[in-house]
């Protein structure tokens, strides 16, 4: 089996070692779950290609505006984290495994989140604090963040 889409090798692993589950159980809320990750996908990921390949000449209105989608978009989410420990609720799921990496790379990718958006810098230290987190972060991700 080869697998190379981040969401689908997400679920798949969900799916071989079920404990904890990550996805609900419900279908109604794992379709939920799937359209968020789909939104992630459209509305913040998409722009993650455009500052990975940062070291193009030129690039700095494209640089700009990929950093302020992004920005403005977890801004939107921010309030969710005022009443919800995780994206869910309580409990650690795939809508945090999918983001996790971006909040890793803040810093890296130059994007400054405003005061307005503390409660998902709280959150993403949460994320951050759990020890698998830790564990599974390559070297060269451990130096991305400050």
């Known amino acids: 089996l080869i697998l190379y889409e981040s969401n689908i090798i997400n679920e798949y692993i969900d799916e071989r070692f079920p404990h904890p589950q990550l ?10 779950v799937r359209l968020f990750l789909l939104n992630f996908e459209k509305e913040l990921f998409v722009h993650v290609s455009t500052l990975e390949n940062r070291t193009t000449k030129g690039n700095d209105k494209a640089l700009e505006k990929a950093r302020a ?35 890793w790379r803040l810093d890296y990718y130059g994007i400054d989140l405003s005061k307005n958006a503390a409660p998902l810098l709280k959150y993403a230290e949460r994320i951050f604090s759990r020890p698998a987190y830790i564990e599974a972060l390559t070297p060269s991700e451990k130096v991305m963040r400050k």
């Open 23 to 32: 996805m609900p159980g419900d279908p109604v809320d794992r379709a939920r």
């Open 69 to 103: 989608h992004i920005r403005d978009r977890l801004t939107q989410l921010a309030p969710v984290f005022l009443k919800n420990k995780y994206m869910l609720g309580d409990n650690f799921s795939m809508l945090d495994v999918a983001i996790a990496p971006l909040l």
